[in-house]
Structure formats: structure tokens, C-alpha cells
């Protein structure tokens, strides 16, 4: 429903381009339509990203195993985490508080995300904001295995929400500079699909292998932070954005401009 609604309003509030949009000044709008123009001469005869190249590329399919890997170890516990946090406190912590206390790690995240994409904007270090995130994260994981009692069960998946939402952050940034501006589009699209194909993984791998372990969630945790630091390995592996040939370049090196008045079909 909030979202049916919200397209009555964006349809009315989010302008149709930069002209139109009445918070930006006149030099703003200058400035944006040409950078928009400049960047149409670089990427306006280029096709959209392919599907060969989406399952072909090495880096598409690395930025999907990263994110893939981070979405199941993340949603193996977090899935289970209220349950897990009932285990741990010896079934003496109540329903509601356990989903009180829950939102402590929510807000160490939110907070620690807002941080660091701002550092990350500053000093232009996405790639070394994801990697330092993903092993945070892995830590945190490695915390929740040993963590005693309840109170530091809540410890570690602060520390796990801190990490894996600065990884977050810049992690699309990373991905939209390894391809390119026409490239990203359909880039994101097929990367966010795999990635959010944990999602579906994780709780299902978390609750067999609790059943298995009759109850006792030590070996899930185990695998989640083998996941998640080995989100945190491939992420070392990526191309630094100078050092990468972007789809974007690549497509117009070996597609040549289109002759005057011919068009592009989509």
C-alpha cells in the first residue's frame, strides 16, 4: 500500500529533469546539464549492457559472488537472530523485549552507514570501505560464535550491522564504477538479482542445519562468517575504479560512433 501511494507522489513531486527542479539554482542546473551533455557524447551510441556480457564479464560475476555470498551469510542470521537472541538468553528474555533489543543493531547500522558513505564520498576510498566492511562484519560473526550469553550475542551483531552497512554503502558505488554509466543500469539489475538470491538461501541453509545440530545454531554461525569473510577476500580482488576498463569504455572502443542522423534502437 505505501508504495501504491507513493507513486501518486512521485509522479506529482519528482521533477522530469534537472530545469524543472525548483531547488536547484540556476548555476546548479547549468552545471548539471553539462555534465548530463558531456556524458551523453561519451555514452548516448552505446548499447545497453548485454546478457552475454552480463554472465561473461569476470567482474559482473565477482561484484554478484560478492554480494551473493553477503546476502546469505547476513540473512542466515539475521533471519534467526530474535530466536537466536531466545537461546541465548536461556528463554528468560520475553518476545518483546528480545524484539526491542533488536533494534539496537539496526541503529548501529544506520548510524555507521551515514559515517562512512560520507567518508567514502570525501576520500573516494569505496573499494577499501567495502573490503574493511565485509571483514568488520566477519568479525562480528566470529564474535556471535563464542559470544557467552545474550548480551554479547547483541554485542556482535552490532558489530556485524556496523561493518556489513559500511561495506553497503559503497559497494554500489564500486559496482557502478567498474561498468560504466550505460552498462550500470542493466549491470545493478542483474547483480541486485543474484545477490538477492540470499535472501531466499540463507534462512533455508540456517534452519537445516539448526535442525541438524537439534537446536543449537554454532554450526549456521560457523558457515555465515565463512560467508561473509569470503565476501570480504573477493572484495580485495576488485579492480581499483582507475585501473578498470569500464564496460562503457570497452563498448565504445569496439563499437564506433553512429554516422549523423542514424539512430539507436533500444
Not at 126 to 135: L, P, S, T
Not at 216 to 230: E, I, Q
Not at 247 to 258: D, G, S
Amino acid at each position: 500500500l505505501p508504495s501504491i501511494l507513493l507513486a501518486f507522489v512521485v509522479l506529482r513531486v519528482l521533477p522530469d529533469s534537472p530545469a524543472d527542479a525548483k531547488w536547484l539554482s540556476n548555476e546548479e542546473k547549468d552545471w548539471i546539464r553539462d555534465r548530463m551533455a558531456h556524458e551523453a557524447t561519451m555514452s548516448g551510441r552505446v548499447e545497453h549492457l548485454s546478457f552475454r556480457a552480463a554472465f561473461s564479464d569476470p567482474r559482473i560475476l565477482q561484484l554478484c559472488a560478492i554480494f551473493f555470498f553477503a546476502a546469505v551469510g547476513g540473512n542466515m542470521v539475521g533471519f534467526f537472530g530474535p530466536q537466536l537472541l531466545k537461546y541465548r538468553s536461556g528463554g528468560v528474555w520475553s518476545d518483546t523485549f528480545v524484539a526491542s533489543i533488536f533494534i539496537i543493531p539496526a541503529i548501529i547500522g544506520a548510524v555507521a552507514m551515514t559515517i562512512a558513505a560520507s567518508h567514502s564520498d570525501r576520500t573516494g576510498a569505496q573499494r577499501r570501505h567495502v573490503i574493511i566492511g565485509y571483514f568488520v562484519a566477519g568479525l562480528g560473526f566470529l564474535i556471535c560464535i563464542i559470544a557467552p550469553n545474550a548480551w554479547w550475542t547483541v554485542f556482535a551483531l552490532s558489530f556485524y550491522a556496523l561493518g556489513e552497512r559500511c561495506a553497503a554503502g559503497s559497494y554500489w558505488a564500486v559496482t557502478t564504477n567498474l561498468m560504466g554509466a550505460r552498462a550500470a543500469a542493466g549491470g545493478i539489475a542483474f547483480i541486485n538479482s543474484v545477490g538477492n538470491l540470499g535472501g531466499f538461501f540463507g534462512p533455508l541453509l540456517m534452519g537445516k542445519m539448526t535442525d541438524r545440530a537439534h537446536g543449537n545454531y554454532t554450526s549456521g554461525l560457523v558457515v555465515a562468517t565463512a560467508l561473509v569473510f569470503l565476501a570480504a577476500l573477493l572484495s580485495c580482488l576488485l579492480q581499483k575504479p582507475s585501473e578498470a576498463k569500464s564496460l562503457l569504455e570497452r563498448e565504445i572502443v569496439t563499437n564506433p560512433p553512429l554516422a549523423s542522423g542514424e539512430q539507436i534502437v533500444p
